[in-house]
């Protein structure tokens, strides 16, 4: 698995991933800092981050447990080198992108707020 920058040409795999627009996408691989993970020719994940204050946030995540552990690693050594702290929020049904926090270092932080009504988990990562 090879992990990358998103390019644009990426926002109609990336719309498939997430279950959004392609227009919605695009417009987050530019406004965004959005890395995928590649196998062989197809995108099986992506993550999208960026940083605000002392706190990297991660936007967006999909993929399995394992594609979505090694896509976090992306915003956690950013954040390491800045000094920040990590933070992301899952949806409490997604077991799979909460273990895969577990497995990149984030601890459950509690609650988050709810998105489209779905209650979230926060995950953090210190400096």
């Not at 992506?46 to 090694?70: I, K, N, P, Y």
Request: proline share 4%; charged share 30%; aromatic share 4%.
């Amino acid at each position: 698995m090879e992990v990358r920058e998103a390019v644009e040409a990426d926002a109609g795999r990336l719309a498939t991933l997430a279950d959004a627009p392609a227009d919605t996408m695009r417009n987050l691989v530019h406004d965004r800092t959005v890395r995928v993970a590649d196998e062989g020719s197809e995108i099986v994940g992506f993550v999208s981050f960026d940083a605000r204050r002392d706190t990297v946030h991660v936007t967006q995540l999909d993929g399995t447990t394992e594609v979505a552990a090694r896509l976090l690693d992306e915003p956690a050594r950013f954040a390491r080198v800045e000094g920040m702290a990590a933070e992301l929020l899952v949806e409490e049904s997604r077991d799979e992108l909460q273990r895969a926090a577990a497995a990149a270092g984030f601890e459950r932080a509690g609650s988050g707020p709810r998105f489209e009504g779905a209650p979230t988990v926060r995950f953090r990562l210190e400096p």
